[in-house]
DNA sequence: TTAACTATGTGAAAAGGTTCACAAAAGTAT
DNA sequence: ATACTTTTGTGAACCTTTTCACATAGTTAA
């Protein structure tokens, strides 16, 4: 019920996986990027756990659901729990990706090179903005979101990033599942209804900041 | 040990304060803001959770940890709730704050008003290119980071946001732990060390991208 | 080839977080 | 005033996630 309860995607097999362990495999196959650009071979739940301040227990719970991918009394190989991790994210292909919103924030989205690393790919940006109409930006032609449910169809987009003020926000979501877009990332700080069908993730910066805010005011003791 | 392990900052009482309850407090906030502004004179748990899709329990249950400030048979009154949220997460008075790597993100970052509406300023910025150095963004001088320490401690700054390359951010944090910095809102990929009184979150965009892979990978149930 | 290590994979236990359920307290209507 | 309704605040129950602990299986060294 709460997007922080308990909350799971899916299952692999019969067992259903939490939000923290599809985040840790995120870490996981970073961190692995960096053990391989290292040179290393294997790496152990230790060495891993260790990187990633976690218990070495958590990390083998977390490679055990998805299957027995490490050697007893060696540890994991690298490379191939990186391509594994990379599979079991989906970012092992190319995904099409539509940006809404090429203000601030858009534009350094765009941008961004580490996306484009994962297979996230923008290749649509839409605005309402007349002088940004028609105008390229990063190599990309910012399209009239007037259109936008016919050109996200029309471009085959699985993904769209909202970063548009919040005030518009519910108004562009709606038109984005009418799009049949099952994925949307979305920046804008308000309270956005999605069916139950579309996978929607917030990212909110503000709340981060008032955790530190939080964590200062209260002196409190930072967890172990 | 786990940053998402069982993570808590701090006690009101004795009672420890999970992350999850934290940051559903800033949703608090938020809603109860728009709820002040639609004229709103008082909320129940049970609204305020149709609201946020949580339990009325789950709401409830947050507040009591930091005090009792509902009636019986009325609800919650607005504004002085949403001011009791403000003074819990440390946001009813301003910090100081600066901002390292004014590049493609940090730009974004230093125009958002969102964050000086919560009391968080960003009020200087440091940069190592000099054609940046100098130069006038958003009415604040970029400063050359060469003089970090000092100038952080000059400027008596409380918290810092880091937006530079993910290769030079261990270095920058190293400098802005010696400045006597505890509170570090991090956007580079990295596994920043710090030391265990200093609070450090990370502010990571593919993660939740790569979530959204995953879920429509595995084509999954969504919760609820 | 054997002995001594090392490290995985996994049930079970422990810890943490959420929801239930209800007494208590206040509001509302008559 | 009294009855009835509403809604809070909270221990207890429940559910999930993490950690423990160990059997198992592979490596390494002599
Ligand atoms: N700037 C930041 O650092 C930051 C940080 C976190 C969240 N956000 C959020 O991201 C969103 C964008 O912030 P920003 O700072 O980039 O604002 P911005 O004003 O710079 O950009 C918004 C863009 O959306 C476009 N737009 C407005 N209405 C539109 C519509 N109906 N259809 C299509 N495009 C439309 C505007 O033309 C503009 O280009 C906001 O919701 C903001 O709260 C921004
Ligand atoms: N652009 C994005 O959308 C985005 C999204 C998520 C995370 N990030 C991360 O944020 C960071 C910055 O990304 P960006 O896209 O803004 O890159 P960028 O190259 O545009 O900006 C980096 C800035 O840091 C400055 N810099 C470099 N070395 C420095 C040093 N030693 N001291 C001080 N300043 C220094 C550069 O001059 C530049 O202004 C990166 O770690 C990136 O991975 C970026």
């Known amino acids: 019920m709460n997007?922080?309860?308990?909350?799971?995607?899916?299952s692999f097999g019969k067992k259903r996986i939490s939000e923290s362990t599809i985040h840790r495999l995120s870490r996981y196959y970073r961190t692995l990027s960096v053990l391989e650009k290292e040179g290393l071979q294997t790496v152990s739940s230790k060495d891993l756990a260790k990187?990633?301040?976690l218990t070495p227990a958590q990390v083998r719970k977390d490679l055990s659901f998805f299957g027995s991918f490490g050697t007893r009394g060696l540890g994991?190989?690298?490379?191939e729990l990186k391509h594994q991790m990379a599979s079991i994210l989906g970012i092992d292909r190319l995904w099409r990706v539509a940006l809404i919103g090429v203000g601030n924030i858009g534009s350094a989205l765009?941008?961004?090179?580490?996306?484009?690393?994962?297979g996230f790919n923008i290749i649509k940006l839409f605005d309402n903005d007349q002088r940004k109409i028609g105008?390229?930006?990063?190599?990309i032609t910012i399209s009239?979101?007037?259109?936008?449910e016919r050109d996200l169809k029309e471009a085959r987009i699985e993904m769209v990033i909202i970063a548009v003020p919040a005030t518009v926000a519910q108004y562009i979501i709606d038109d984005v599942v009418k799009a049949g877009i099952k994925a949307i990332l979305n920046f804008a700080?308000?309270?956005l209804k999605v069916p139950n069908d579309v996978f929607l993730r917030n990212e909110n910066m503000s709340m981060e900041l008032e955790y530190?805010?939080?964590?200062l005011v209260n002196n409190h003791a930072q967890k172990k």
Chains 1, 2 share one sequence.
């Open 135 to 139: 105008s390229n930006h990063k190599g």
């Open 110 to 118: 765009v941008g961004y090179k580490e996306f484009a690393r994962q």
């Open 51 to 53: 990187r990633e301040k």
């Open 3 to 10: 997007s922080n309860t308990y909350s799971t995607v899916g």
């Open 144 to 148: 009239d979101v007037r259109n936008l």
């Open 76 to 79: 994991y190989p690298v490379t």
């Open 212 to 215: 530190l805010s939080f964590a």
């Open 189 to 191: 700080p308000a309270n």
